[in-house]
């Protein structure tokens, strides 16, 4: 690993180290995406204790990865410089960081959920309903998390599916999302 003095400034978190996998230096990675195609895909991956904004450079290194793959729900990965059990051990809580510019294209109508986060939601009446503040994977579909902030000390949320029936329209040039979705729901 090389210590970089200049750090990207699209480098986005897609995933920790949980330790070590083998006994030859490969690395287990849990990734925060289920398909995890921007860690498969990127050559190059940013490691720090922590994610980057507001990090030090001194505490961020780039690493080139050699090889890696799916490993039931996780990636494990072989990287240069990296050499044994115990080094791939001492890497362990490692936050993957992977520039924004190296995730793969996506087709239309296909979303990174980084993407959508900060969105404005309007039901098809107009109302507001909020802003997706997180996504969650049910196993059958994304949900949208949408919050709408208030005043009060509690805020309204709002669990919508992420799929064409209840998302009609998702505008990222305007940062809008239309939902079929009543305010009472």
Not at 29 to 34: A, G, R
Request: proline letters at 4%.
């Amino acid at each position: 690993m090389s210590q970089s003095l200049k750090l990207p400034t699209d480098l986005i978190s897609v995933g920790h180290i949980t330790g070590a996998f083998g006994v030859q230096g490969w690395v287990r990675i849990h990734p925060y995406s289920v398909q995890a195609d921007a860690l498969l895909h990127a050559k190059t991956w940013w490691l720090g204790r922590t994610e980057v904004r507001g990090a030090d450079p001194e505490t961020v290194s780039d690493v080139e990865k050699l090889e890696a793959k799916r490993h039931g729900e996780d990636v494990v990965a072989r990287l240069m410089g990296v050499v044994g059990r115990d080094a791939a051990q001492a890497l362990k809580g490692t936050v993957v960081q992977i520039q924004r510019s190296h995730f793969p294209v996506l087709s239309e109508g296909e979303f990174y959920w980084l993407d959508l986060i900060g969105l404005a939601v309007v039901n098809l009446q107009g109302e507001s309903l909020g802003v997706v503040a997180d996504l969650i994977d049910n196993g059958a579909h994304p949900i949208l998390r949408v919050v709408l902030a208030q005043a009060e000390p509690a805020a309204r949320e709002y669990l919508i599916p992420f799929v064409a029936h209840f998302v009609p329209k998702v505008d990222q040039q305007n940062k809008s999302i239309t939902v079929d979705w009543g305010l009472d729901y």
